[in-house]
């Protein structure tokens, strides 16, 4: 068994990702999810929120991060989670369980569930990007 740190956007960030890692028995942390609208983002973003990766994508304590992704487009979501992989994220975490208003009216989380056509494409595109990263 493996116990996660629960990714919780405005809570859990570096700094709490850090104390909580260093009290022990959590074995992997995600980020708060990364919103992907139509554009890739820069590895300055991506080490804003998640300077972990400046570390081998670990926290202070060595405990592993996931990078986790909100959106979507299929093609612009694949071409962030490459490069959130190059920056040294060993798993792509996409978020299709946000239930808040604000994110699913801007068509991203939960509301996706209803588009599994959709949810396919993602999933396809990410990991066709991803793959060739680890091989
Ligand atoms: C304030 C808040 C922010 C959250 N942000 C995220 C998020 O960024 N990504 C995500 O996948 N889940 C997010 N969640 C969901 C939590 O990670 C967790 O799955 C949810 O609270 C259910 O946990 P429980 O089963 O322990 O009650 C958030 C939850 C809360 C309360």
């Known amino acids: 068994m493996q116990i996660a740190l629960a990714p919780m956007e405005g809570l859990v960030d570096n700094i709490l990702r850090d ?3 260093r009290v022990g028995g959590i074995d992997w942390c995600v980020t708060e999810f ?3 609208n139509d554009r890739l983002l820069t590895p ?7 300077p972990e990766l400046l570390h ?3 926290t202070a304590a060595g405990v592993p991060l996931r990078v986790q992704l909100l959106g979507s487009d299929p093609v612009c979501l694949a ?7 190059e920056l040294g994220s060993q798993v792509i975490d996409l978020n299709f369980g946000c239930p808040a208003k604000t994110v699913n009216k801007s068509r991203g989380g ?6 599994p056509e959709l949810l396919n494409q993602i999933v396809e595109h990410v990991r066709r990007a991803c ?4 091989r």
Do not use: D, M, Q, S
């Open 19 to 21: 104390v909580l890692t």
């Open 34 to 36: 990364i919103r992907v």
């Open 44 to 50: 300055a973003y991506f080490h804003k929120l998640a």
């Open 56 to 58: 081998g994508a670990h």
């Open 79 to 85: 071409e962030n989670a490459a490069l959130a992989c």
């Open 110 to 115: 939960a509301v996706l569930l209803k588009e």
């Open 131 to 134: 793959l060739p990263i680890f």
